[in-house]
């Protein structure tokens, strides 16, 4: 016959302890979500355009040549040069490199030849990259 009793029994000394641990994680993730608005405030206002600029650019530098038989490196040239005269810290240049990675990866493993559905996308993401960089020239101008 199987034994059915439980692997561990109820200790109400222990159900205390894993409240009091529960507690201490929480407040540390609250201290942490007060923070959060601090990294934030660094960050300049035009910050989520240049991501997602980032991640179109990245987007195209695989789309492009594979529709549209241009250089890839020209997409390339193009990120670093937006990279270098943003002259962002680490962290920032960190994190807009990898939106562009993680778009250019995204597609590379999605298409393997130019189909409508590529060329739409291609179409789509030349106009958006064109206007999030007349937003960034118009509202952001150093």
């Known amino acids: 016959m199987p034994n059915l009793r439980p692997i561990s029994t109820f200790n109400p000394r222990l159900l205390g302890m894993r409240w009091l641990a529960t507690g201490f994680l ?6 942490c979500v007060i923070d959060a608005p601090k990294a934030a405030e660094n960050l300049p206002p035009y910050e989520q355009s240049l991501r997602r600029l980032s991640a179109v650019v ?6 492009d040549p594979l529709c549209n038989n241009t250089s890839a490196t020209s997409w390339y040239e193009q990120m670093a ?13 960190r994190n807009i490199t990898d939106r562009f990675n993680r778009a250019y990866r995204t597609y590379a ?4 030849s130019c189909n409508s559905q590529a060329a739409k996308i291609t179409e789509i993401y030349h106009a958006e990259g064109q206007a999030l960089l007349n937003q960034l020239k118009l509202k952001h101008a150093r």
């Open 109 to 112: 493993r999605t298409y393997r």
């Open 58 to 63: 990245g987007a195209l530098m695989f789309l």
């Open 81 to 93: 040069a937006l990279l270098d005269a943003e002259n962002a810290d680490d962290a920032r240049r």
């Open 26 to 31: 929480g407040l540390g993730l609250a201290f």
